[in-house]
């Protein structure tokens, strides 16, 4: 008799532009028929965040979109979407939930466990909080976290440290019960990339010889695009020719645009606002750089490495792990513009030979890997609940 499919709901916040949402679309499309049937279930998105259903849509999912979902954790709107959720859940019965993103993992595991799902997964894509904040909402963030984690088979970190910081600064589970899998994406298209193409500096008018510095990723505070231009600041003093392009868009704009108008780097900054193609730019760019104040595990790394693009980030959360500390790109001091200003410069002097990096980075993160990775985790949690047969 054959074996029915194993039937997954992924559940994620919002199809925000980020690592999280391509993940969550890339999986649903992967976990598809004959072994497998996957649903898609999000919030709205805001205005500003960016929106990234089209990429869904490209790779054929059609999201079920949950009202209330992409909100904050507001006590009650929590518990109409955890009704929402178990009530989709009943009527999917699947043998699998798998969480995404902070709002999605506290309504998502709590709705399947409420609906007796046999296996509730989360991935944690980085943290929202800080050891250093001790307010009421952060007790209560991380009070959640402890429950969910609870009911949770198991909770998937994307680097080594995360699962370090999770466990032994924010005391959410036990290492024991957590999983490294790094983040899997679709990188083939960024691996046939012909560097310094040029197709990106004629489109956006920057000329073909001078050095160009790009950012890539939502404008919000805690991408710190502040530190960002004061590093731009001091290696345009050093070099005067140098370009700077920031790409993407958010609630900060405004003052991001002050801060280049109050430095006089106007002349020398483009923004581009949100590009569906990554592809020319990640090809024109001298230097991919990353100021965030936190980050898990930032998409635009793994692509910028994947296309040969050298990378320059600030040491915070998993980048010192998915850069192996150094190896891959150059690391700087968090908070300090005159580290990650001199660390540009290093890499516009010595460009570093980027087939190495790229080949680590497509063995680690491809989306294939990250599939046969979760195809035997699902297959070993559904084997230790004794997965019916339907």
Not at 146 to 168: G, K, P, V, Y
Not at 236 to 246: D, R
């Amino acid at each position: 008799m054959e074996k029915p499919p194993i039937r997954i709901v992924y559940i994620i916040s919002r199809l925000s532009v980020g690592s999280p949402a391509m993940h969550a679309a890339l999986l649903t499309q992967r976990f598809g028929p004959p072994g497998y049937e996957s649903t898609l279930m999000c919030g709205e998105i805001e205005e500003d965040g960016g929106d990234m259903a089209y990429f869904a849509e490209a790779h054929h999912i059609k999201p079920v979109y949950v009202r209330g979902m992409a909100g904050s954790l507001n006590p009650f709107s929590n518990i109409m979407v955890i009704w929402r959720l178990y009530d989709l859940l009943r009527q999917i019965r699947p043998d699998v939930v798998h969480t995404h993103m902070a709002k999605a993992g506290f309504v998502g595991r709590v709705a399947a466990w409420l609906a007796g799902v046999p296996v509730i997964v989360h991935t944690f894509h980085g943290v929202a909080f800080s050891e250093q904040d001790n307010s009421i909402s952060t007790r209560l963030f991380i009070l959640l976290e402890r429950i969910t984690a609870s009911i949770s088979d198991t909770i998937i970190t994307l680097t080594q440290s995360l699962r370090h910081e999770l466990a032994e600064t924010h005391g959410i589970a036990r290492q024991a019960r957590m999983t490294i899998l790094p983040l899997g994406l679709d990188l083939e298209s960024f691996t046939h990339i012909t560097r310094k193409q040029g197709d990106f500096r004629k489109a956006w008018k920057i000329p073909a010889d001078v050095p160009l510095i790009g950012i890539v990723g939502r404008l919000a505070s805690i991408k710190n695009h502040d530190l960002f231009l004061r590093a731009a600041a001091l290696v345009k003093a050093q070099v005067p020719n140098a370009h700077f392009v920031i790409v993407g868009d958010g609630e900060t704009r405004e003052d991001v645009e002050a801060q280049v108008n109050a430095l006089n780097l106007r002349d020398s900054t483009t923004f581009t606002g949100w590009q569906r193609d990554l592809i020319p730019l990640y090809s024109d760019l001298d230097v991919l750089v990353n100021s965030s104040s936190s980050e898990g595990t930032p998409t635009p790394i793994i692509e910028a490495l994947a296309a040969g693009c050298p990378v320059v980030a600030t040491a915070v959360g998993g980048v010192p792990d998915m850069l192996d500390h150094g190896q891959l790109g150059m690391l700087a001091l968090p908070g300090n513009p005159v580290s990650l200003a001199d660390t540009i410069l290093l890499a516009l002097r010595n460009p570093p030979d980027g087939a190495h990096a790229r080949e680590i980075i497509l063995n680690r993160y491809s989306i294939d890997r990250l599939v046969r990775d979760l195809d035997s985790l699902y297959h070993g949690l559904l084997a230790r609940k004794g997965r019916a047969q339907r």
